[in-house]
């Protein structure tokens, strides 16, 4: 069994070795594991091949064991160091990304409605005049004053309408879903000419194209 312990040691030092040596390498983390893990082997199949002078089945058998155990040590060591390879640069590049800019984000949908105007002072003016106007030609005595009056507001009412038409315009509608998972809606009233996956920034109250 001392022979098999010396064996074990030297394959870690040899391990830790290779190891230091192909990270001076710069190898990518799968390209490490794969080294790492022949290496792991061909240590395995010396530690069984010593296993063999052991001098009962019972020992050799336990060897076999231990070598094994070892063997899957290491591998357990070389899939977590791999692991830990891959995820720490995405990790620093989704935060560099996150710091780099909060206000980016993607359009998720856009959509175009068509937007009442208001009637105002003016509309109700004018189409109170008209009104007015043509009611005084209705009747006379009393009865003209009061067509003037019902012409009056009923020309107010329809000037209204008409203003409120005339100020009817089409609004286009963009969402959009920033880095950190919150939403916004922009209203525009032309066409902001973004679809659907467009990269987007905030650009004071508005936003751009990124």
């Given amino acids: 069994?001392?022979?098999?312990?010396?064996t074990l040691t030297s394959g870690l030092l040899?391990?830790?070795?290779?190891?230091?040596?192909?990270?001076?390498?710069?190898?990518?983390?799968k390209a490490q594991y794969t080294a790492?893990?022949?290496?792991?082997?061909?240590?395995?199949e010396a530690d069984k091949a010593l296993c063999n002078d052991e001098t009962?089945?019972?020992?050799?058998?336990?060897?076999?064991?231990?070598?094994?155990?070892?063997?899957?040590?290491?591998?357990?060591?070389?899939?977590?160091q791999m692991a830990a390879a891959t995820a720490a640069p995405v990790s620093a590049k989704t935060q560099t990304a996150k710091v780099a800019c909060s206000d980016c984000g993607r359009v998720i949908a856009v959509s175009?409605?068509?937007?009442?105007?208001?009637?105002?002072?003016?509309?109700?003016?004018?189409g109170g005049v008209t009104g007015a106007l043509l009611g005084r030609q209705?009747?006379?005595?009393?009865?003209k004053d009061l067509a003037t009056i019902a012409g009056a507001a009923g020309g107010a009412y329809a000037g209204k309408k008409i203003e409120e038409k005339v100020k009817t315009h089409n609004v286009w509608t963009v969402s959009v879903q920033y880095g950190d998972g919150h939403k916004k809606s922009f209203d525009f009233d032309k066409d902001p000419g973004l679809k659907v996956g467009d990269a987007v920034k905030n650009s004071g109250n508005i936003?751009?194209?990124?």
Avoid at 58 to 66: E, I, K, N, P, S
Wanted: net charge positive.
């Fill in 56 to 80: 009962s089945s019972t020992a050799r058998l336990q060897c076999r064991r231990d070598a094994k155990i070892e063997y899957d040590k290491a591998l357990a060591a070389a899939k977590a």
């Fill in 207 to 210: 936003i751009v194209r990124d």
């Fill in 112 to 126: 175009m409605t068509e937007k009442e105007g208001e009637g105002g002072a003016v509309g109700m003016i004018a």
């Fill in 36 to 44: 790492d893990s022949k290496t792991a082997l061909t240590r395995y």
């Fill in 138 to 143: 209705v009747g006379g005595g009393f009865g």
């Fill in 14 to 29: 040899l391990m830790g070795m290779v190891s230091t040596t192909l990270a001076e390498t710069a190898l990518t983390p």
């Fill in 1 to 6: 069994m001392k022979s098999l312990y010396s």
